[in-house]
């Protein structure tokens, strides 16, 4: 499959790049707290749920032409969560998502790589206009929205509770 937008993204201290076989490993940091998952899966998960979500980022490419990076650290080569393109048959419009281990919190990660996904999108998907989907109790993922430039546009129900619509600029 030819994708719509590059298969890797590089700042200066982090590579973003498609998922391979052994990330599961240190992607297991994020998805085994359950304070790091909880406004996405609200729980802890498995080893083996772990593995599952990672291979559906990977499908998400193989479907969509776009998906979730893993999020690499340069100085230390390890996975530090995940951030992309998320655009799931029930999702409102296309997103920039993105999730780290706690241990990453607080560091401009996630708005280092949000902003290299959101340039991407403007480049290569022309034709979207990005949202970020994010529950009203998650402060810290409003502020990486706030941060590189979305705006609270409305307000949906998602899984029987509200989620704000946080819309990206389209310009930079």
Known sequence: MKFRVPEQLESE?????????????DLH???????????????????GDTWRTM???????????????AVVDKSTDR?????????????????????????YWGRGFA??????????????LPDHVLISLIHPDNKASIGVALAIGARLESSVEYEGEPHGIYRHKTTA
């Open 13 to 25: 201290r982090l590579i973003l790049r498609q998922f391979q076989d052994t990330d599961w490993h």
């Open 29 to 47: 940091k994020y998805y085994s707290d359950e304070t790091a998952t909880a406004f996405t899966f609200k729980r802890a998960l498995t080893e």
């Open 55 to 69: 291979c559906g980022m990977i499908g998400h490419w193989q479907v969509r032409g776009y998906g979730p990076y």
């Open 79 to 103: 996975v530090l969560g995940t951030v992309g393109f998320w655009y799931p048959n029930d999702w409102p419009e296309l997103e920039i998502k993105w999730g780290l281990a706690r241990q």
């Open 111 to 124: 708005k280092e790589a949000a902003a290299l996904v959101h340039a991407a999108g403007r480049e290569h």
